[in-house]
């Protein structure tokens, strides 16, 4: 789950009262190249007996596409993935910056400005932009402000500079967490590529992939989740949940995972949350 410490719309508190109230017993926060909200997370998850896995979205690529790894069950306080996460917030401040710049040229001036304002922390996305281009009437929504601003291509669109995908996993790994391929469905790749993916992803030492993901269709769990098994990768499950709001699925409303799979949680010491 995400909050306003990335592109969540609720606050640490706000996210969590509300897995409280939707009756789920386990969350990760996985807040996007940052943890900055994992000990608040923590206090507010056990003053209402709910397990907080710590955890990150770490942007990478891989092959030239944006390939998200979530990192659970991470020692915040690990040097090398601060370090590591420092580096893509820079690159995130820069880039901001850049798109602002375009944008200006193309005569929508103070881009930078309004996206921090909706930002509300430091971590800057295009989704912020996105949302400054619909408020002040230069779109009519998200998908129209990537489309014709932000997307890859577009007036405004940043080539992204991504760390490598293994970096990622290395990170993740050197601070005790579990590397996981965020929504593999969502990156649009042929079945043989997307194999060649988790391939390389094992081989970095990457353990697991999202087989029911908020963010994907319900119909790729039956193919991830064999991909997961003839891996020898965990599957992990979870809504991807942004905001109320925001697109996809609400807290708790994920498919469950096929049968046969190991879920990440019990890697991770969840084993009693396990819901088969
Ligand atoms: P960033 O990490 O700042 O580059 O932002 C990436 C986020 O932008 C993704 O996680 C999506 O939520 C959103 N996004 C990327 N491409 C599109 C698109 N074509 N249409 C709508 N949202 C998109
Ligand atoms: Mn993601």
New binding site residues.
């Given amino acids: 789950m995400h909050s306003l410490h990335s592109?969540g719309s609720l606050s640490v508190e706000e996210l969590v009262a509300r897995v409280a109230e939707r009756g789920v017993r386990l969350m990760a926060l996985t807040d996007?190249?940052n943890t900055a909200g994992i000990v608040e997370a923590q206090q507010k998850a056990a003053q209402r007996g709910i397990g907080l896995i710590p955890g990150v979205e770490v942007?990478s690529e891989w092959s030239g596409i944006?390939i998200?790894i979530v990192g659970l069950g991470i020692d915040i306080h690990n040097r090398e993935l601060q370090r590591g996460l420092a580096r893509i917030m820079e690159f995130?401040d820069w880039?901001a910056a850049e798109i602002s710049r375009l944008l200006a040229v193309a005569g929508m001036p103070g881009a930078e400005e309004g996206a921090r304002r909706l930002a509300g922390s430091r971590m800057?996305?295009?989704?912020?932009?996105?949302r400054w281009l619909k408020d002040t009437g230069h779109c009519q929504d998200?998908?129209e402000?990537?489309?014709r601003w932000?997307?890859?291509g577009q007036v405004a669109y940043v080539p992204?500079d991504w760390i490598p995908m293994s970096e990622a996993v290395d990170w993740i790994r050197q601070s005790g967490g579990i590397a996981v391929v965020a929504h593999p469905g969502r990156y649009k790749l042929s079945g043989s590529r997307l194999r060649a993916l988790c391939e390389e992803f094992r081989a970095a030492g990457g353990g697991a992939i999202e087989v029911s993901s908020g963010?994907q269709g319900a119909a790729d769990r039956e193919h991830l989740g064999r991909l997961a098994q003839q891996l020898d990768l965990a599957a992990s499950l979870g809504s991807d949940f942004?905001g109320p709001e925001i697109g996809h699925a609400e807290i708790g409303q994920i498919f469950p995972l096929p049968e046969g799979v190991q879920p990440v949680w019990e890697r991770l010491g969840y084993a009693d949350f396990s819901l088969h």
């Fill in positions: 592109d996007h190249d942007s944006g998200h995130r880039r800057v996305g295009r989704t912020h932009f996105a998200n998908a402000a990537f489309q932000l997307g890859r992204s963010s942004h």
